[in-house]
């Protein structure tokens, strides 16, 4: 009697048993089924407890593929935004970058940078070529400073938020910026009028390694002419006959060079010809054989006046401004004067002894 009654008891407990694992069966179906009907598309369980637009930060392209850490982050919505752009940095011309944290009224804004190779097989150091620097403790801006040409490698700054641990980067490379233009060894130059002249010009930074695409973007960006000279000789016609050439001692003197005229139509300053090609700057200047301080001639009494500079004092010149079309605090003033160049030569056609 006592068997059957404990048999009877263990069939009831298997009895509980199975209805036990029946009902967890059928719970853990029912939220499948829940989990189907109501969770958005592509979007994980865990991310119900995050806030609305806070998304998993993938880590920075090394050159490979895309890594995923996989960590659940359950912050408050704050993410960094930076442009990804190349920045050619140089030393003592450092450059600055900035983070974007949303939403702007975030708790705790503060982030940490850092700089690595994208290349991870490059062996040098990377704090030899560069460095960057906070603005302060959690600053959203950095400066990354160059210690020298890192050409042909690239780097990466990351920033990492505090709240969070989100990141972004943006990429650094080395395009040899200039810093300086050099004319001529910096010093001014000669043009003879009638003749031209070039003068080599040089892009140079602390490096000595200026990227040779810079030299494309050279440009002349003005031209200012001075200078004066002083009337030698005036022509004189009577009647309409040509009495020849008549010297006359009130001449003229500090004639602009502004004020003459080339072959007495157009201003003699129109006729310079200044153009900048390959690092090269070139000057062409007129001859003075047709300068005249007025082409139609001054009348006194029946006599038509003109007058002639090329056989006077000279000393004009031009002050030329070379501007970079991309870097518009680069520039360089450079003065040429225009002489008067040797036109003639003739030897005595015998020596006797």
Not at 19 to 32: K, R
Not at 96 to 115: G, H, M, Q
């Amino acid at each position: 009697m006592s068997y059957d009654l404990n048999k009877h008891k263990k069939s009831d407990k298997v009895k509980w048993v199975f209805t036990g694992i029946t009902f967890v069966l059928v719970f853990v179906l029912l939220a499948g089924v829940f989990m189907q009907l109501f969770m958005p598309d592509g979007k994980k369980p865990a991310d119900w407890f995050k806030p609305d637009k806070q998304e998993e930060q993938p880590l920075p392209d090394q050159g490979g593929e895309t890594a995923d850490s996989g960590e659940l982050r359950t912050v408050q919505a704050v993410y960094m935004n930076a442009n990804i752009s190349d920045y050619a940095a140089e030393q003592g011309v450092s450059k600055t970058i900035t983070a974007k944290i949303e939403p702007a009224d975030a708790v705790n804004k503060k982030v940490d940078w850092s700089i690595a190779w994208t290349d991870s097989e490059i062996t040098e150091n990377i704090s030899d070529y560069l460095t960057i620097t906070p603005a302060s403790d959690g600053a959203l801006t950095a400066t990354v400073l160059c210690l020298k040409s890192f050409r042909d490698k690239r780097a990466i700054a990351t920033v990492t938020t505090r709240d969070g641990g989100f990141t972004a980067s943006c990429y650094i490379s080395y395009v040899g910026e200039p810093t300086s233009i050099t004319i001529n060894g910096g010093s001014a130059g000669n043009c003879s009028l009638g003749a031209s002249a070039s003068f080599n010009v040089a892009l140079s930074n602390v490096f000595n390694d200026v990227g040779s695409e810079f030299y494309d973007g050279l440009y002349i960006g003005g031209v200012t002419y001075g200078g004066t000279c002083t009337t030698a000789q005036k022509w004189v016609t009577v009647a309409g006959r040509n009495e020849g050439a008549v010297t006359y001692s009130d001449e003229k003197t500090n004639v602009s060079v502004n004020d003459l005229k080339y072959k007495g139509t157009s201003a003699l300053t129109e006729h310079f010809n200044i153009e900048i090609l390959n690092g090269t700057l070139t000057v062409s200047a007129p001859s003075l054989s047709n300068v005249y301080s007025s082409y139609k001639p001054a009348t006194q009494g029946n006599q038509d006046i003109y007058y002639d500079y090329f056989r006077g004092d000279w000393n004009g010149y031009a002050d030329i401004v070379v501007k970079h079309s991309e870097l518009g605090s680069l520039s360089a003033v450079f003065r040429v004067s225009f002489i008067l160049g040797v036109t003639d030569v003739t030897v005595t056609p015998s020596v006797q002894f």
